[in-house]
């Protein structure tokens, strides 16, 4: 492998950070393996790790809305079609809410410090969950509870679906 050429200076860092942030990644990561943390880009380096804690913050934050409104989807979208109750129950609903509980799981599995952000969004995503629930479903808004009829034991419960009786 050719000798790396430090990447600490503001124009050359600036530079390839910014024509080839692939390389650049490379190169951050070869530098950190052999202990050249002196030819670290660091400022750039720490505003690419600010950045994927907020990617895992918003990804989350995404799931949960999914969530939030494949439930109340499957609880209040109306009395017709499929399931033995009568209401148009979809699979998909079904496998969007279990996709989105596993994704959230392994996120807090992963990295159990989101839990209190899960926690301290949940009101903020149900809000959201429910105008898009409306708009998807075509109800009216005034169907879906103004305060969160779900609490997030319950959301996150692979058991737990909601019937009309919940609402």
């Known amino acids: 492998m050719t000798a790396l050429q430090p ?7 600036a530079t390839l950070y910014d024509s080839d942030y692939f390389r650049w990644l490379a190169e951050t990561a070869e530098r950190f393996r052999c202990g050249q943390f002196d030819q670290i880009d ?4 720490a505003e690419e790790l600010d950045d994927m ?11 949960l ?3 939030l409104r494949h439930l109340l989807k499957y609880q209040y979208q ?14 998909s609903w079904r496998l969007a809410i279990l996709e989105h509980r596993d994704f959230i799981a392994k996120a ?9 952000y899960f926690i301290s969004i949940y009101a903020d995503c149900y809000a959201t969950a429910r105008k898009k629930a409306a708009v998807e479903t075509g109800l009216p808004l005034e169907t879906f ?9 319950l959301v996150l419960d692979p058991d737990f679906l909601p019937d009309d009786s919940d609402g």
Do not use: C, M, Y
């Open 7 to 13: 990447i600490h200076s503001p124009p050359e860092s």
């Open 42 to 45: 660091v400022l750039n380096l």
């Open 53 to 63: 804690g907020r990617s895992e913050k918003r990804a989350v934050e995404s799931s």
């Open 65 to 67: 809305e999914v969530l």
């Open 78 to 91: 109306g009395v017709g079609l499929t399931d033995p109750e009568g209401h148009r129950r979809s699979n």
């Open 108 to 116: 807090f599995r992963d990295s159990p410090s989101l839990r209190p």
């Open 145 to 153: 509870p103004k305060q969160v009829p779900f609490t997030s034991e």
